[in-house]
């Protein structure tokens, strides 16, 4: 059973991960595929992979029912395993890069109700922050905020690293939605957004398009989808909105690039994409075959 | 993991999974007593919040009970109302079943109890409500007395049949899961009977003849109708059967692990292949039944635990009641057993609340549990992964408006229903149609260059009058003399002046007072300048007017010389003293005396008259004329009346110089939109476009109109892309790169057009000269989504600063060669040629770029890492610069930046690399004078691992001031043309290292398995870049040498490729060999042999390029 699929930065190679804990590289381009890799190294079903900025070189981060996380490298059209985290005391249900402005940085949600950061500090090390009780009983999903540097839109004077607020949102077992924010190096609960009766199965943070609002899509085995969104700059004040009440799980919610569809996958083997400007949630459309 | 705990000796019930929130009851059980002896009962009810990650349970309510519990169950009776939560049944001693409103006990409401019976002889055990229908409920208690129970009418119950014989306790009942009439109750004997209701009989009854089994648990298959599990209390079986109603006379296996009796079971309902179990060895186990195999175990505890339950609404969760008075919550997902242990120990001992119950005169120490575990026990999770948290489908965006699912039952868009488990669909998502259409018209407009038809078009379907005059506008710029047809738009036509002036004359305006009163006829007017089309009569007709007054005055000429002003003007006059006399006319007021003397005073004289009186003269007219007289053009855009505007762009269309016109126009347009007000804004825009400057009509624009939206943003770009297009033809060059807020609606457009797959079109918008980042990363972005769409087009350059990630590792020549297989270089073939290229290009562009933060610190970087492309080494030398990764690379030109630094010569030490290496494949080299290429790894090195030997370049000590023939070919020929819009500024002039002929080629090589043909060929292409070094000044030459160089590239990515034939191999080689003695005349004549010989597709890139770049080497002679 594959329980993932990710398309790179390009939109030019597939990840995929099973079942079988396998992970599979494909080239996809002008409508081929071709497998360009089989990367074998967890010892369970592998449940997300996730691949880095280009600027990182060709980089794939799997998350496995095994506890364990691995960060595979492509060097010489080779596949490689860079970094194994073995951290978690229980299933790591998924995996999210940051964004590449703050660096290599990798969130990990586990099972074990914890939530690892990852950061490449050089030189093949990396360093592991960990929030533990994130969410009782498990940690489902984790996803970050587009890297929005707070107050202006206009460009940090050169030179200068610009004032990035770290954000990220997570969905897990306790029903909730959370919000972690980092400050002074330390990973703090923002905000609980408290809305489903059951399971958080995926939460999405919607591609920033320029706008001040911050949109934050969530789905739940109570089959409900709420696209939660926050105007003001301080993000305190976060209002849910009822996209939609599926009849089954709904498992995965997905923005497309320019935030302006949202997909989402329920269950009942069905999936809908949603179009909104923000303002109308109303259309369902089925993908054009293609 | 331990998730929550509550002291409590009681049996409990979970709430149904329907209800949310979860809570649990808890009854106090029967037949056990807590050192206060009390025989009270109580039943609670707790919220079971996960929420809250303490370990305490919220009370709900509670309610004194009639009797202590020997069973309790949730059911969901009654729950069509909105306000119910189910009813609660407790059994009881003495036969008694009691049915409770969890409504009105949660909301502490009266007559909790809805229903009460007797009818069971003794203790009831055993309850189970109808999975089908929530009011059947069936109970079972002594001498083997079972009921079915019809809540709506709790008074009377059924039977399932006879009494089975013997008589004795039910401990357990359970309905069937899948079939709703079948109901099975199980006895202390070892024996369970399967009853059909319909027949009211019991149908089969299982019992092993070992008579050992023991019933203390039954529970049935949560998907399979004829599976049930029994487990056996006794401890010398202390299994778990499973049995399989089909084949009834024997279990279908065992579970065996328990070291004692089992105390009860719990299948768990979200995953037939979880059965839970505690046993009286202290251990609770998880099964999977199928494989009989425990995945998952709670650590020995100090109490057994007489009752397991799964939680039905959160699957991954369970409690367990044990005898030593709690209630435990745990996660079967693995964890922290955390310091749990403690504070229950704690617990008992403070129960005896520390008194001295046997009045021994001391107080009891602290209670010791001496099984106490380790403060923190780590607990692995279940083995097997559960069934709830296996993603069976999902979906994700990518690149391009792609959107990946799988895991369907159906494709997208297919109506059949079929399985594809092991397939993942990738589908283009589109969903603007109405803006791709128009995107598309815009498109193929541009393309034709047919635009006047397009804003023809435009035009006549506007809907607003001011899109109209846009569009208007924007077509005029596009015509020839846009001056004139403007000046028609601004309702400004030099032919109806000319009409409306003659009509004019005719009615005798002669007649009237000269000039300065001419404006009284426009009293009417508002204050300040404020030109209307009469205005305009008298300014351009002005000359008019003294041509037709002079003629009139002409008399008998009579001088006054007398003393007032008539005659002392005769007399300065007479003495030709026009300044005086012009000074006299203005005092008196006789401005035209005063304007005719001055023109005969000289060009001095009569711009100070001028400008006398337009001091003097503040009439509305005298400013315009001022202005226009003295050429003031900015005064008037500055001061003129902002409603008047049009009259202000008037004069400028016809007035003013070229040069000054677009910023005229633009301070025009800038007042206009500093009003803040929509028209005005509207009317900047009109100005801006008039002036042509696509920056600022987009600030106007973005400032005024919504561009959110995908048809709002392709408004916008229609009219920039038109307006840029009329600018690109009159400058005949293309318009200058756009500034920040063009090039975010720009990109923002591209970026909309790629998520509907239109990457080629999104890539057309993008101008390639821009700077700004965000069109460089989407440039970069559509240019590798595309795949080999792209092929012949140079990779634009990587618009982020690359990093290096994971330990450089140093891998010996001979390892590599072995580790580096064929398979895995062809396997990656068709991606690499391109890797490399954009892995190459940040290097030059991070120092432009820094706003692009470098988050990582510089670490050394070995010189062994260093790439073997070209001319890195040095890096190792350069500490500053080692903050840039640099990767491997096959356009060496790109990491020049680095250059200046490679020249240090330190690198030198690092290089013996260009003898024949042991890595070197290929048979004996072609040309003994040169060093055998880099081994065959290079092609593929990104960084990090090449082989040390050949990796490194061999920089000569001494750098030349000349350029090398040999040095990396693509550098070599963009060097010496300048190359200056090249994104790279590079010292250009630093110079390489002085190769000779031996230097290698830092091209990129296809790996081991490419045959010495093109090696060789590849090698003496150097020699036509030396034949570029000679021709810097050769301007005509150069567009051909530029034009080459893309060529050229083509070439080397059907080497990289080996997509090249053998013969067309050999030909190059020997084309090669003729270039490198200077023969030209002999390879061009190889060149058409091969041209002649080879199929046109697989030639046609690079051939002719050959040819120009040996006839140009022959002419010059180098």
Same mark, same amino acid.
């Given at each position: 059973m594959i329980h993932d699929a990710q398309m790179d930065y390009y939109g030019t190679r597939l990840a995929t991960c099973s079942s079988d804990r396998s992970v599979k590289i494909f080239d996809v381009r002008n409508g081929g595929q071709i497998l360009i890799a089989d990367l074998r190294g967890h010892e369970g079903p592998v449940w997300q992979v996730a691949w880095a900025h280009p600027m990182y070189g060709n980089i794939l981060a799997s998350c496995s029912y095994d506890r364990k996380v691995i960060v595979w490298k492509e060097e010489n059209g080779t596949w490689e395993k860079t970094y194994e985290y073995t951290g978690h005391d229980s299933s790591v249900n998924s995996v999210c890069w940051a964004p590449h402005d703050y660096g290599l940085?990798?969130?990990?949600?586990?099972?074990?109700?914890?939530?690892?950061?990852l950061s490449y500090t050089g030189d093949g090390q990396w360093e592991v922050k960990k929030i533990s009780n994130a969410h009782t009983i498990g940690c489902n999903a984790v996803s970050w905020a587009p890297a929005?540097?707070?107050?202006?839109?206009?460009?940090?004077?050169?030179?200068?690293?610009?004032?990035?607020?770290?954000?990220?949102?997570?969905?897990?077992?306790?029903?909730?939605?959370?919000?972690?924010?980092?400050?002074?190096?330390?990973?703090?609960?923002?905000?609980k957004l408290e809305a489903h009766s059951d399971w958080v199965r995926d939460v999405a943070w919607a591609p920033s398009i320029g706008l001040p609002t911050s949109t934050i899509a969530s789905c739940s085995q109570d089959g409900r989808v709420f696209i939660w969104t926050c105007d003001d700059a301080s993000g305190n004040s976060w209002s849910p909105k009822l996209l939609h009440k599926f009849n089954d799980v709904v498992w995965h919610v997905s923005w497309s690039i320019t935030a302006n569809i949202l997909a989402v996958s329920g269950g009942d083997n069905k999936v809908t994409a949603t179009s909104d400007h923000y303002t109308r949630f109303a259309m369902f459309l089925e993908p054009d075959e293609n | 993991m331990k998730l929550k705990e509550i002291e409590r000796t009681a049996? $409990?019930? #979970?709430?149904?999974?329907?209800?949310h929130p979860i809570y649990l009851a808890t009854g106090t059980s029967a037949q056990q007593l807590d050192a206060s002896f009390s025989t009270n009962a109580t039943l609670e009810i707790f919220e079971v919040d996960f929420r809250d990650p303490s370990l305490d349970l919220k009370q709900k309510g509670t309610l004194p009970a009639s009797n202590r519990f020997h069973k309790l169950i949730w059911g969901n009776f009654g729950n069509g109302s909105p306000e119910?939560?189910?009813?609660?049944?407790?059994? !009881?001693?003495?036969?008694?079943? =009691?049915?409770?409103?969890?409504?009105?006990?949660? &909301?502490?409401?009266?007559?909790?109890?809805?229903?009460?019976t007797e009818k069971h002889s003794g203790p009831v055990r055993a309850l189970d409500f109808n999975p089908f229908q929530s009011n059947l409920l069936a109970s079972g208690a002594n001498d083997s007395e079972i009921f079915i129970w019809d809540l709506n009418n709790f008074s009377v119950p059924m039977t399932p049949g006879a009494k089975s014989q013997p008589h004795e306790d039910i401990s357990v009942v359970s309905w069937n899961r899948q079939v709703q009439h079948i109901l099975s109750s199980a006895h202390p004997s070892g024996k369970a009977v399967v009853w059909d209701l319909r027949k009211n009989e019991p149908i089969i009854k299982v019992s092993d003849h070992s008579n050992r089994m023991h019933c203390s648990g039954m529970a049935w298959h949560p998907e399979v109708a004829t599976q049930l599990v029994l487990s056996s209390e006794d401890d010398r079986l202390p299994v778990i059967q499973i049995w399989d109603l089909r084949f009834a006379t024997s279990p279908l296996s065992q579970l065996e692990g328990h070291t004692r009796g089992v105390l009860s079971v719990? #299948?768990?309902?979200?995953? @037939?292949?979880?059965?839970?179990?505690?046993?009286?060895?202290n251990r609770i186990l998880c099964w999977n039944p199928n494989m009989g195999e425990v995945v998952y175990e709670l650590p020995i505890r100090s109490q057994w635990c007489f009752d397991v339950q799964w939680c039905p609404r959160n699957p991954s969760v369970f409690s367990a009641a044990t005898f030593d008075g709690w209630i435990n919550i745990y996660s079967v997902m693995g964890g922290n057993l955390e310091a749990q242990q403690k504070t229950q120990a704690d617990k008992i001992s403070s129960s005896f609340n520390n008194l001295d119950p046997f009045g021994t005169g001391q107080i009891l120490p602290p209670l010791q549990v001496p099984e106490?575990? &380790?403060?923190?026990?780590?607990?692995?999770?279940?083995?097997?992964?559960?069934? #709830?948290? /296996? /993603?069976?489908?999902?979906?994700?965006? &990518?690149?391009?408006?792609?959107?990946?699912?799988?895991?369907? =039952?159906?494709?997208?868009?297919?109506?059949? $229903?079929? =399985?594809?488990p092991h397939q993942v669909f990738i589908s283009q998502v589109t969903t603007e149609t109405e803006f791709l259409l128009r995107s598309r018209e815009l498109q193929m407009a541009l393309q034709s260059?047919?635009?006047?038809?397009?804003?023809? !078009?435009?035009? $006549?379907?506007?809907?607003?009058?001011f899109d109209e005059n846009l569009w208007n506008f924007l077509k005029v710029n596009l015509e020839q003399e846009s001056r004139s047809k403007l000046l028609k738009l601004l309702g400004y036509s030099k032919e109806d002046l000319q009409k409306k002036i003659t009509s004019c004359l005719s009615n005798g305006i002669p007649d009237k007072q000269p000039l300065p009163e001419a404006n009284e006829t426009n009293a009417a007017q508002p204050d300040q300048l404020l030109i209307n089309s009469s205005d305009a009569v008298a300014a351009v007709s002005s000359s008019a007017f003294f041509d037709n007054l002079i003629p009139q005055n002409i008399s008998t000429l009579e001088i006054p010389v007398t003393e007032d002003t008539d005659g002392l003007i005769s007399q300065a006059l007479l003495l030709g003293n026009f300044e005086s006399a012009v000074e006299l006319c203005m005092q008196a007021e006789r401005f035209a005396d005063a304007i005719i003397l001055a023109i005969a005073g000289g060009e001095n004289l009569l711009r100070e008259t001028q400008k006398h009186y337009f001091a003097k003269q503040k009439t509305k007219l005298s400013v315009l004329l001022s202005s226009i007289v003295q050429q003031k053009w900015q005064d008037i855009v500055c001061t003129c009346n902002l409603q008047s505007w049009k009259e202000a762009l008037a004069i400028l269309l016809t007035y003013s110089k070229h040069e000054d016109y677009t910023q005229l126009c633009d301070m025009l347009g800038a007042r206009l939109e500093s009003e803040g007000d929509a028209g005005l804004s509207n009317d900047a825009c009109l100005c801006y476009i008039s002036s042509g400057n696509v920056e600022r009509l987009v600030e106007c624009w973005v400032k005024n109109h919504e561009t959110s939206s995908p048809l709002a943003l392709q408004d916008l770009i229609e009219k920039v892309m038109v307006l840029n297009r009329s600018i690109e033809m009159l400058q005949g060059t293309a318009g200058p790169a756009p500034g920040p807020v063009l090039a975010e609606r720009i990109t923002q457009y591209a970026s909309l057009l790629a998520s509907q797959g239109c990457l080629a079109a999104a890539m057309d918008y993008l101008p390639r000269s821009s700077k700004e980042l965000l069109i460089e990363q989407l440039r970069d972005r559509l240019f590798h989504a595309q795949g080999a769409n792209v092929g012949d087009q140079q990779p634009p350059p990587f618009p982020y600063t690359r990093v290096n990630v994971g330990v450089i590792k140093h891998t010996s020549p001979a390892a590599k060669g072995g580790s580096a297989p064929e398979g895995a270089a062809s396997k990656t073939g068709p991606r690499h040629p391109e890797k490399p290229n954009y892995q190459s290009s940040f290097a030059p562009s991070a120092p432009s770029q820094p706003s692009v933060p470098s988050l990582f610190t510089p670490q050394p970087v070995p010189a062994m890492s260093m790439t073997p492309h070209h001319v890195t080494p040095p890096q190792a030398s350069t500490g500053p610069q080692t903050g840039v990764y640099s990767r491997g690379s096959p356009y060496p030109q790109y990491n020049l930046g680095l250059v200046p630094a490679a020249i240090s010569g330190q690198a030198v030490s690092q290089s013996q690399p260009f003898g024949p290496s042991g890595v070197r494949p290929v048979g004996p080299a072609p040309f003994p004078s040169q060093p055998s290429l880099p081994g065959q790894s290079m092609p593929m090195t990104s960084s990090g691992v090449p082989p040390p030997g050949p990796t490194v370049f061999t920089p000569a000590s001494v750098p030349s001031s000349?350029?090398?023939?040999?040095? @990396?070919l693509p550098v070599a020929s963009q060097s010496p043309l300048g190359f200056s819009s090249a994104p790279f500024n590079c010292p250009m002039n630093m110079g390489y290292p002085q190769g000779g002929p031996g230097a290698p080629s830092t091209k990129p090589l296809p790996a081991a398995s490419i045959p010495p043909p093109p090696t060789a060929a590849q090698e003496s292409w150097t020699d036509p870049s030396a034949i570029r070094g000679g021709l810097q000044k050769k301007k005509k030459t150069r567009r051909k040498l530029e034009d080459a160089l893309q060529r050229l590239e083509c070439l080397y990515e059907k080497l990289r490729e080996q997509a090249l034939s053998p013969a067309i191999l050999m030909g190059l080689h020997e084309i090669a060999r003729c270039v490198e003695a200077r023969n030209y005349q002999q390879g061009l004549l190889v060149h058409t042999q091969v041209v002649s010989s080879s199929s046109f597709s697989e030639v046609s890139g690079f051939m002719p390029i050959l040819k120009v770049l040996m006839t140009i080497a022959g002419k010059l002679n180098v």
């Open positions: 940085i990798l969130a990990c949600g586990s099972s074990d109700g914890a939530i690892s950061l929005v540097v707070p107050g202006s839109l206009i460009e940090q004077p050169s030179g200068q690293k610009p004032n990035y607020i770290k954000r990220f949102a997570s969905g897990g077992c306790d029903n909730l939605v959370k919000i972690w924010k980092e400050e002074d190096g330390q990973w703090k609960e923002e905000q | 049996a $409990q019930a #979970w709430s149904p999974a329907n209800n119910s939560s189910g009813v609660i049944i407790g059994g !009881g001693d003495n036969g008694v079943l =009691t049915m409770y409103s969890v409504h009105r006990i949660l &909301a502490s409401k009266s007559e909790p109890v809805i229903g009460q719990s #299948w768990c309902q979200a995953d @037939p292949e979880l059965l839970l179990s505690s046993a009286k060895d106490q575990v &380790a403060q923190t026990t780590l607990i692995p999770p279940l083995k097997k992964p559960p069934k #709830w948290i /296996r /993603r069976p489908v999902g979906v994700s965006f &990518a690149f391009g408006g792609k959107l990946i699912t799988f895991g369907l =039952t159906k494709a997208p868009g297919q109506q059949m $229903q079929q =399985t594809y260059g047919n635009l006047l038809d397009y804003c023809q !078009g435009k035009i $006549q379907t506007a809907k607003l009058p000349q350029l090398p023939a040999a040095c @990396p």
